[in-house]
C-alpha cells in the first residue's frame, strides 16, 4: 500500500466515525431529555420500549412490565408482513398483573407476575393494529403490531 493510499483510507474512517457520532447524537437529540420517552399508538400516548421486527417467525415474545419508569410493553412496537399470523408469548415480567388486550381480535387476557400466555394473532394488511393492557392503557401501557 501506497503512503497515499493510505491516507486517503485513514480519511475516510475518519469521516465514518464522524458520521456514526452525527447519527447518534442526533437520535438521542430527538428523544425526550426525560428518559421516558412517548410513541403515540393510535390516540394513546404510550411509553416507548423499542421496535422489534418479528417478520417471518412463527412465535415472538413480548414482555409486559412495570418498573420505576412507568407500565410498558416490550417490544412497543411490534414489525411484520401483511397479514402474518403469528403466536405471541405474553410474558409478565413486572410485580403487578397485566393485561393484553386487541380490540378487534377479541383478545383480552390477563398475565399474573411472572406468569405467561401465549396466544395466536394476525398482523393487518396494512397499517397498524394496537395493543394494550386494560388496567395501566391510561398510563401508557399500550403498543401495536405494525405492517410496513
Ligand atoms: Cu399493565
Known amino acids: 500500500m501506497t503512503t497515499r493510499n493510505f491516507v486517503l483510507l485513514s480519511a475516510a474512517a475518519a469521516a465514518l466515525i464522524t458520521l456514526a457520532a452525527c447519527s447518534s447524537n442526533s437520535s438521542s437529540a430527538s428523544g425526550s431529555s426525560s428518559g421516558s420517552n412517548k410513541i403515540t ?23 409486559a412490565d412495570n418498573d420505576s419508569s412507568g407500565y410498558y ?39 399474573q407476575p411472572g406468569a405467561s400466555q401465549e396466544m395466536k394473532v394476525t398482523f393487518p394488511q396494512t397499517g397498524t393494529v394496537e ?18
Open 73 to 111: 410493553f416490550n417490544p412497543t412496537i411490534l414489525q411484520g408482513s401483511a397479514g402474518q399470523s403469528i403466536t405471541l408469548e405474553i410474558k409478565n415480567e413486572g410485580s403487578v398483573p397485566h393485561n393484553f388486550s386487541i380490540t378487534s381480535m377479541n383478545v383480552n387476557v390477563t398475565i
Open 41 to 63: 399508538i393510535g390516540q394513546d400516548q404510550a411509553n416507548d420500549h423499542g421496535t422489534q421486527d418479528a417478520t417471518g417467525k412463527s412465535t415472538f415474545e413480548i414482555e
Open 131 to 148: 395493543y394494550f393492557c386494560s388496567f395501566h392503557h391510561a398510563l401508557g401501557m399500550a403498543g401495536e403490531l405494525s405492517v410496513a
